[in-house]
Antibody
C-alpha cells in the first residue's frame, strides 16, 4: 500500500521560510511524478507544484513561482517543498500527492497534509 | 489565465442520479486535459475517484463514473447514498505542466 506522510509545517512570520517533507513508502518512488497541493482554510484545492520522477523537470503555479522550490531525494523516497518569502495567503494545509508514471497524468494517492500558518 | 468551472452546489435525492460538470472559462475539455475527480469530506484528505477522464481509482464503486459530455468533463453518481454528501473537485492538466483545480461542488443528498 502506498503511503505518504507530510511533515515540516508550522507557524512562521511573513517573509520567513519553511521546508516541507513528504516521506513515501510502498512504491518505487523514482518512477512517479509527485505534486504539492494546498487548501487554505475553508477554501478549495490549489495545485502548487509538481516534479517528474527523475527530478529533471519541475512546474509551479503562478502564485508561488520564484518563491517555492520543489525537489526530491529518490534515495530517501522523499519529496520536499522549500517555501521562501512566505505570505499570509500561503496559510494552508499542504498535501503531497503521488502522480503517474512517465506519460501518465494524474494524482491518485494523497497524504494527510501538514499545516502551514503564516502570521506575525 | 485558465479558469476551471464547477457548479458551486448541487442536490440529489437518495437513490437518484446526479451529474457534476467541469468546464473551462474558454475552450472545451477533452481527454487531453486528463480530467480527474476527487471527493473530500470535512477534515479529510481528498479521495481520488476518477482519473484520465474515466478510469476509476482502486476501490471506488462503479456508481461513480467519468466522461466527457459536450464540452465539459463530467462525474456521474448513480444510486446516490447519504455518505456521498461531500465536496467534489475536478482538476485539469494543461500541456504546460500545470494542473488547475475547479472551485469544487458541494453535493447535498436529501
Amino acid at each position: 500500500e502506498v503511503q505518504l506522510l507530510e511533515s515540516g509545517g508550522g507557524l512562521v512570520q511573513p517573509g520567513g521560510s519553511l521546508r516541507l517533507s513528504c516521506a513515501a513508502s510502498g512504491l518505487t518512488f523514482s518512477s512517479y511524478a509527485m505534486s504539492w497541493v494546498r487548501q487554505a482554510p475553508g477554501k478549495g484545492l490549489e495545485w502548487v507544484s509538481g516534479i517528474i520522477g527523475s527530478g529533471g523537470s519541475t512546474d509551479y503555479a503562478d502564485s508561488v513561482k520564484g518563491r517555492f522550490t520543489i525537489s526530491r531525494d529518490n534515495s530517501k523516497s522523499t519529496l520536499y517543498l522549500q517555501m521562501n518569502s512566505l505570505r499570509a495567503e500561503d496559510t494552508a494545509l499542504y498535501y503531497c500527492a503521488k502522480g503517474g508514471l512517465s506519460g501518465s497524468f494524474y494524482m491518485d494517492v494523497w497524504g494527510k497534509g501538514t499545516t502551514v500558518t503564516v502570521s506575525s | 489565465q485558465t479558469v476551471v468551472t464547477q457548479e458551486p452546489s448541487f442536490s440529489v435525492s437518495p437513490g437518484g442520479t446526479v451529474t457534476l460538470t467541469c468546464g473551462l472559462s474558454s475552450g472545451s475539455v477533452s481527454p487531453s486535459y486528463y480530467p480527474s475527480w476527487y471527493q473530500q469530506t470535512p477534515g479529510q484528505a481528498p479521495r481520488t475517484l476518477i482519473h484520465s477522464t474515466n478510469t476509476r481509482s482502486s476501490g471506488v464503486p462503479d456508481r461513480f463514473s467519468g466522461s466527457i459530455l459536450g464540452n465539459k468533463a463530467a462525474l456521474t453518481i448513480t444510486g446516490a447514498q447519504a455518505d456521498d454528501e461531500s465536496d467534489y473537485y475536478c482538476v485539469l492538466y494543461l500541456n504546460s505542466g500545470i494542473w488547475v483545480f475547479g472551485g469544487g461542488t458541494k453535493l447535498t443528498v436529501l
